[in-house]
């Protein structure tokens, strides 16, 4: 066991924290959700501000509508939810509504990834990144730890526009930066190396670290780029990259659509490198979150392995 | 906040009738000319437009995006035909522009879009999203205890939409009283009767279930929709039932399910525009 594991955090705390603290200084902030109060981690902000937490009970497509419909009314609406339903049943409410009616409505797709483990298909939110990455105009943010999860949810209240904030519940370490600070639209450098590059997004970003650590013992120097915001792509960071050597993407999300297919977009039509996406294949097999992970090579193991491959050593 | 000074006179009942034939003939013409269009949804949401933009709503053309303006959402969005007749006839954009309907590269596009246009509060087109942010619209306006008022246009098909329902559930719920539904009842749907594809009668008594009031008109009769919208007594939300009829105006597209999106020829559109010429002389 390593007794030098460090302190591990679920990402909704800060983002109900953050969300309340804004609110506290800006009577526009309203909170939409599907009885989703608790899993949102959002009872402060209902004792706090009762009379605008707005919860339509379970009816995902009429959520999304009235976040448009209260942003129409000068609010800055925060549409909080397991991001399984919020994106895959309400997916046209998200489309017309949001994106393509440019509201000022902050979508946050809550315990989004494998989160729910056991529970299954239905459940897991890996697809939501590929079908709201189509969407032209949403802003698709996946910050990976309590300090990025608080300052996405300040960006978003700040920035008007449609955005998709990706909220996980799955323990993650903060991350240590000699840089914080965060900007929609700019990959975060964690760690520079000039033989590859891994670019990972959300809870894969710790994992991709460590990887590289393991990799520098080998002599392998591997580039971490923390992909917080997936829409707009940081295209500078990509070929920066590309120049530099192969690429490795890890997310949790299918390998289809999500952030290995939007920096092969990129790759593939500007500076064509060696690739691999790690990801999830499809629906899973039961099991918990991280007998998941371990399974599909979403791991400092597996992602260190798939740098080896992509360098041939 | 400044609050919109625009307000037609309300009770103008012949000045509201003349709107609404202006309305039915600039759109047969916009869908004749574009050769698509939804006509007969067209002609059954004239005096309903025309009773609300010019009897009812407060709103400023030149500002229409002020926070205390009344918001009308066209839930029924493809009836773009009469929406973007009335919207210039209440002076969001030229006139002028109506005779771009459809056309490329066009702000006036077969379903509408608040980006283009002024005076659209949210792009529909798909069936069961009026409603569901007008809801929100209230909502938010019942947070701000403010004084502006929500009036939502649906068609009785897009009353099959699941959505529609969970979006009357919690305006019955949250009593909006800022809130209003008027539902074109003209009993067609694109393929049928709406009745034989999936019944929704008893239509007010479902609304009623759901904690609204409910208010039955003839909606061809402006001062019958003059006093159903008036909202100086509304305590809840309230749901204006308009009997309709789709293709109303036009003999040869009365009732007919044909003229959902059918387009008329030269001579149809002739005879079309020569029967609403006589009945508004004969009136």
Known sequence: ?313 | MTTPGVRAAAGDVPAIRARAAWIRKRSLRMVHDARQGHPGGDLSAADILATIYFGVLRYDPRDPRNPARDRFVMSKGHATGSLYAVLAAAGFFPEADLETYMQPGSKLNGHPNREYLPGVETNTGPLGHGLPVGVGIAIAGQIDAADYRVFVLTGDGELQEGSMWEAAMLAGHRGLANLTVIVDRNRLQQGAGTEETNALEPLADKWRAFGWDVVEVDGHDVAALLEALDGARQARPRCVIARTVKGRGVSFMADDVKWHHGVPTTPQLEQALAELDAAEMAR
């Open chain 1, 1 to 313: 066991m390593n007794v030098m594991a460090p302190e591990q955090f679920d990402c909704r705390d800060a983002y109900a924290r953050t969300l309340e603290d804004l609110a506290a200084a800006d009577p526009r902030i309203v909170a939409v959700v599907n009885d989703s109060v608790g899993s949102s981690k959002l009872t402060g902000f209902r004792r706090r501000f009762p009379e605008r937490l707005v919860n339509v009970g379970i009816a995902e497509q009429n959520m999304v509508s009235v976040g448009a419909g209260l942003a129409n009314g000068s609010k800055i609406a925060f549409v909080s939810g397991a991001s399984c339903f919020l994106t895959a049943r309400a997916l046209e409410q998200i489309k017309a509504d949001v994106v393509y009616s440019n509201t000022n409505v902050k979508l946050c797709g809550i315990s989004s990834g494998v989160a729910y483990g056991e529970l299954g298909p239905t459940h897991h939110s890996i697809e939501d990144i590929a079908w709201l990455r189509a969407m032209r105009g949403l802003t698709i943010l996946v910050p990976a730890d309590p300090w990025q999860t608080a300052e996405a949810i300040k960006a978003a209240a700040r920035i008007e526009g449609p955005m998709f904030i990706r909220v996980s519940r799955m323990p993650v370490p903060e991350l240590s930066r000699a840089d914080r600070r965060f900007e929609i639209g700019r990959a975060e450098r964690l760690r520079a190396g000039g033989d590859a590059t891994i670019i990972a997004m959300g809870t894969m970003v710790h994992r991709a670290l460590a990887a590289a650590e393991a990799l520098a013992a080998e002599g392998i120097d591997a580039q971490v780029l923390n992909m917080a915001t997936i829409a707009p792509l940081d295209e500078e960071a990509i070929a920066a990259a590309a120049a530099r050597g192969p690429i490795v993407t890890v997310e949790e999300h299918v390998v289809r659509g999500g952030l290995g297919g939007a920096v092969a977009e990129w790759v593939a039509t500007h500076h064509p490198v060696r690739m691999r996406i790690l990801g999830f294949p499809g629906f899973l097999p039961t099991g918990s979150a991280a007998w998941l992970m371990e399974r599909y090579g979403l791991t400092a193991d597996g992602i260190a392995a798939a740098v080896r491959d992509v360098l041939d050593r």
